[in-house]
């Protein structure tokens, strides 16, 4: 006790100014009611009160709800019956000297702000509701947690404060900033706005927040395009520059991580037109005093959108606030004070020299009882729902609620796990604080309190639009809210046709760095850029974007295809070379024709076999070559129709192997003739080869080989039925696929190679007699062959779509018809039009004879 007399005269010159009244406990208050500039001097002398700078109308709004919950409380025969509440009061001059100044003087007590000794008597201490500003509520946080002393805020909100390991005994009554953040980036994105600045203050609370602000931007894709701290540029040279950078800028949007102080220095800052052309979106939004000022002043008004907490009304406290009057409280100095700040003169009986600076003077006016605070156009006293009041009002009532649960205690229920429960009368500040970590109740208001582990109260925002009153002032009108812990699709409700947007607009203004891209293209970024930053570009072909915006183009199934304006997909048409269409017809028309000529020719030998120039060169060879070559006429017309599995494996298989017979007469033709033209020598042994057994046999073999062939492809990887989807962005066609690509040209090159042999084997045997001789139309018809196939191949390979199916069904075509036509027509004319030179008679006239070679 010595040490606190000792120290007792010299700092109550320096104590908080202070406003107290006695109970069975106490509860501690540190309110900004005046902003104060403070100075710490030359250090050889205890620190002098500072300079006041104004009064706070909203501040001292917050600590008269303070005031009327303790005496709600203790006129409330159901909520602690037995025990009455006291206060202190400090101000703390938005300082934290002052504040930290304070809470020294209310643990010490008698003014003594002196760590570790208190001059109290055994009045229990149970916790300190305060403060406003974070950055006031942190140094004081850290200093009470050594203690494990209950501190509850009634509106500090950054994030680093729900640290239970450097804050463990703080706990508030307002969400932390990240529920603030997430709920704003929920509301941007609700209007589509991506493309948004920041401006922030630079301290604890603007630099976290324009951090934490930033991250949740990033997670549902807004973008920032700049951030500015206040007041950073109170420096010409930062001030310039920030000032440029935001008349400059293009966002519509801007997030204000801004006290009411500060938001209002900035908007000075400014002309009126680069202000009004944003949309704000802050917290805490006042309507009062300061605002309706700045109107004066400024013929236009920023469109703010604030996401603010709920403001239930305090049932009682308007009236309790305006009929407030040194008579009815005489200790209460703020009142005095606020005297010659508010309304400008001294109350009667008011002794002005204790109070130093903190008044100013009211000249020789006095205060009457008709001083009420209806009467002036200050908040405090015209709204009975500010959040913050209301923060403080729900403060005390968890501390009561916390003492109610410590009084009703039994033995075995103490949360700090004593076997003992401590008395009402006795305890200490950190046994209190386990209950009032625990405290679950109902307010008045019928709203629900509780915190979490992290000392933080569960809220809902609402969104306020401020809108201009028929007096031509502003009021903030409720147009919805927004809860970050609703399940997806339900956390944002906003009735946008209740928002007054600037110039009477009913659309909600853009705020994009570029316009959206439509359906049909997608976005194209450029590095180094902002990912809100992006070129439009039309969706390829066969790909589409639905919606706007969309960041990559997507392929349509194979089956469709993408409209006109590229914006959906169409169900591609299944197309194939029918019979209907001119290719169909052409290739129908020309296998039947030369079907009935191949026919016509084979009636027509029939008719004349026993004539010497069809029993030439092996009647029956010339059979089989007829008869295959209506096969290869026929089998075009697989190529036509809609294909199947049988069609398909039809299709190449007979076509090579009727082929392979017709090609391997002609093989074996040539052959026959060489032959019977060297036979003719007497005893030559090639006579036994000049039989019609041998040019069976040729023609048997080598057949024989193309059905192996052929057998090989279907065993192995036959043809089947497939959709070509690339060649018409429209269409599907179906053609028969050749399975394996290999066994495919081998069959063809099988048979170009037997059409090489009977072309060279014709060739040099061309100079023979020609009464007989087949070589020169056969050498002929080898030529049209490979004419046709040798392109063939690489044609073959090019071409897509019904082409390439008419192309191999004309290649067959043209091939057999240059086998008909070289090889029979010529000996159709001389049977039918000339008939003399088809008798012995006139064979026995010429030069060159020879011995039939016919069966």
């Known amino acids: 006790m010595s040490t606190c007399t000792e120290y007792l005269d010299e700092r109550l010159k320096v104590a908080a100014q202070k406003y107290e009244r006695m109970g069975d406990v106490l509860i501690g208050g540190s309110f900004p009611i005046f902003s104060t500039n403070f100075s710490s001097g030359d250090f050889t002398s205890p620190p002098a009160r500072g300079n006041s700078t104004g009064f706070s109308s909203w501040g001292s709004s917050t600590f008269l709800g303070f005031v009327f919950a303790i005496e709600e409380i203790n006129r409330d025969v159901h909520l602690l019956p037995n025990l009455t509440l006291g206060f202190s009061i400090w101000d703390s001059g938005n300082s934290v000297d002052e504040a930290l100044l304070g809470t020294m003087d209310f643990l010490a007590g008698q003014g003594n702000p002196v760590p570790n000794y208190s001059c109290r008597t055994q009045l229990p201490l149970t916790a300190l509701v305060g403060e406003l500003r974070s950055a006031l509520s942190v140094p004081i946080a850290r200093w009470l947690g050594l203690y494990k002393f209950p501190q509850i805020s009634y509106g500090s909100s950054i994030v680093s404060l729900s640290d239970k390991t450097h804050f463990p005994s703080f706990l508030r009554t307002v969400p932390n900033d990240q529920v603030w953040f997430q709920g704003v980036t929920i509301l941007l994105d609700h209007f589509g706005w991506i493309w948004v600045g920041i401006v922030s203050s630079d301290d604890d609370y603007g630099n976290q927040g324009s951090s934490l602000m930033r991250d949740e931007l990033e997670k549902f894709g807004i973008c920032q395009e700049f951030l500015i701290v206040f007041p950073a540029f109170h420096f010409p040279e930062e001030f310039q520059q920030n000032q440029s950078l935001f008349q400059k800028s293009t966002a519509k949007v801007i997030i204000a991580i801004l006290s009411n102080a500060y938001y209002l220095q900035f908007l000075h800052f400014f002309s009126p037109n680069d202000i009004s052309g944003k949309i704000w979106i802050r917290n805490h939004v006042l309507i009062g005093n300061p605002w309706n000022g700045w109107m004066r002043y400024n013929s236009d008004f920023p469109q703010t959108i604030s996401v603010s907490l709920t403001q239930p009304t305090i049932q009682g406290f308007p009236e309790f606030s305006r009929h407030l009057h040194p008579h009815s409280t005489s200790e209460d100095i703020f009142m005095n004070l606020e005297g010659g700040n508010v309304f400008n003169c001294t109350w009667q009986g008011q002794d002005t020299s204790s109070l130093g600076n903190r008044i100013e003077p009211g000249g020789d006016q006095l205060c009457t009882v008709s001083e009420h605070r209806q009467d002036k156009d200050i908040l405090s006293f015209s709204l009975g729902k500010l959040s913050i009041t209301y923060s403080a009002y729900k403060a005390v009532y968890s501390i009561a609620h916390a003492l109610q649960d410590l009084s009703s205690c039994e033995e075995g229920e103490e949360p700090t796990g004593n076997k003992m429960c401590p008395d009402i009368k006795t305890f200490r500040p950190w046994q209190l604080l386990q209950y009032i970590r625990k405290v679950h109740f109902q307010m008045p208001q019928n709203i629900e309190v509780f915190f979490d582990a992290n000392g933080d109260i569960p809220s809902v925002y609402n969104i306020l639009n401020v809108q201009k009153n028929s007096e031509g002032f502003f009021d903030l009108i409720t147009v919805g809210y927004v809860d970050s812990t609703a399940p997806c699709g339900i956390e944002i409700v906003v009735n946008e046709s209740a928002i007054q947007w600037k110039g009477g607009k009913t659309q909600v203004p853009q705020s994009v760095c570029r316009e959206s891209c439509p359906p049909g293209s997608s976005q194209i970024f450029t590095k180094g850029w902002s990912r809100c930053c992006f070129d439009c570009e039309l969706c390829p072909e066969g790909h589409f974007a639905d919606h706007r ?101 039809l299709q190449q298989v007979t076509f090579g192997i009727t082929f392979t017979v017709a090609i391997s007469s002609v093989l074996a033709k040539t052959i026959t003739v060489v032959l019977a033209f060297k036979a003719i020598r007497p005893g030559s042994w090639l006579r036994r080869w000049a039989s019609t057994r041998v040019s069976n046999i040729i023609v048997l073999i080598c057949s024989l080989i193309q059905v192996t062939l052929c057998g090989v492809w279907i065993a192995t990887s036959p043809p089947f039925v497939d959709m070509v989807t690339d060649f018409d962005p429209s269409y599907i066609l179906l053609v028969c696929n050749e399975g394996s690509i290999i066994t495919f040209y081998s069959v063809l090159g099988y048979m170009g190679f037997l059409a090489l042999g009977s072309f060279t084997v014709a060739f040099l045997s061309r100079n023979l007699p020609d009464t007989f001789n087949e070589t020169k139309f056969i050498t002929f018809s080898m030529l049209v062959f490979c004419s046709v196939w040798f392109p063939f191949l690489p044609a073959y390979q090019y071409t897509k779509g019904k082409i390439m199916v008419a192309m191999e069904a004309f290649a067959i075509l043209a091939s057999s018809a240059g086998l008909l036509i070289c090889i029979f027509v010529p000996k159709c004319y001389v049977i039918l039009w000339k008939p003399h030179q088809n008798t012995q008679a006139w064979l026995k006239g010429q030069h060159y004879l020879k011995e039939e070679i016919s069966p």
């Open 549 to 649: 915006d969309m960041q990559q183009c997507v392929k349509c199934p194979e089956d469709q295809y993408a409209n006109t304006h590229r914006d959906g997909c169409l169900p591609k048409v299944v197309t194939f070379l029918a019979y209907e269409e001119l290719l169909g017809i052409v290739v129908t028309c020309m296998a039947l024709a030369f079907s009935l000529l191949t026919g016509l020719v084979f009636m027509i030998f029939m008719k004349h076999r026993d004539t010497p120039i069809v029993k030439a060169n092996n009647r029956a060879l010339s059979y089989t070559l007829l008869l295959s070559l209506t096969f290869c006429f026929l089998c075009s017309l697989l190529f036509v129709g809609r294909p199947t599995t049988v069609s398909c494996l």
